[in-house]
């Protein structure tokens, strides 16, 4: 049995932090579920141009009060989506974006859709939007 090391990153990990996030999808909004859960898929790319790292993620939210939420950012056609990564975050009273750094890159292959979809903790009738930027890096920015 193996135990992983407290505050271990992987070398892959490592190399991406020091790769300048200047490259971002534009804002999308993704409204969130009823109930805790997930909303409908919000379109953040249609293909991607070449092979990336998705190295974390701005988010900010229309709800008016403070919350946990979560996002999954899934792969492939519409309506078949593959679920690559669930991400939770703190959601600040209507507040600027908050930036989640990933624990570790998430690869992408050229040409793939990405999409995101949302969700917040308390359980309300109301359905809140959050404006989701995903940040990327090259592949070949990071070998």
Same mark, same amino acid.
């Given at each position: *049995?193996?135990?992983?090391?407290?505050?271990?990153?992987?070398?892959?990990?490592?190399a991406?932090? =020091?790769?300048?996030?200047?490259? @971002?999808?534009?804002v999308? #909004? %993704?409204?969130?579920?009823?109930?805790?859960?997930y909303?409908?898929?919000a379109?953040?790319?249609?293909s991607t +141009?070449? !092979?990336?790292?998705?190295?974390g *993620? +701005?988010?900010?939210?229309?709800?008016?009060? !403070?919350? *946990?939420?979560?996002? %999954?950012?899934? #792969? =492939?056609? /519409?309506?078949?989506?593959?679920?690559? +990564?669930?991400?939770?975050?703190?959601?600040?009273?209507e507040?600027?974006?908050? @930036?989640?750094?990933?624990?570790?890159?998430?690869?992408?292959?050229?040409g793939?859709?990405? %999409?995101?979809?949302? #969700?917040?903790?308390?359980?309300?009738? #109301?359905?809140?939007? $959050?404006?989701? /930027?995903?940040h @990327?890096? $090259?592949?070949?920015?990071v070998?």
């Amino acid at each position: *049995m193996s135990v992983g090391r407290i505050g271990y990153q992987s070398p892959l990990a490592v190399a991406v932090q =020091g790769v300048q996030v200047d490259r @971002y999808y534009p804002v999308v #909004t %993704a409204a969130e579920g009823a109930s805790q859960a997930y909303g409908a898929y919000a379109q953040v790319v249609a293909s991607t +141009a070449a !092979n990336i790292y998705l190295i974390g *993620m +701005a988010v900010g939210s229309t709800e008016p009060r !403070n919350s *946990m939420g979560y996002a %999954a950012i899934g #792969t =492939g056609g /519409a309506g078949a989506e593959t679920v690559i +990564a669930e991400v939770a975050y703190y959601l600040l009273s209507e507040s600027a974006a908050q @930036y989640v750094r990933f624990t570790a890159p998430i690869p992408v292959a050229s040409g793939t859709r990405v %999409a995101v979809k949302v #969700t917040s903790t308390p359980s309300s009738v #109301t359905v809140y939007d $959050h404006k989701v /930027a995903l940040h @990327y890096a $090259h592949q070949t920015a990071v070998a």
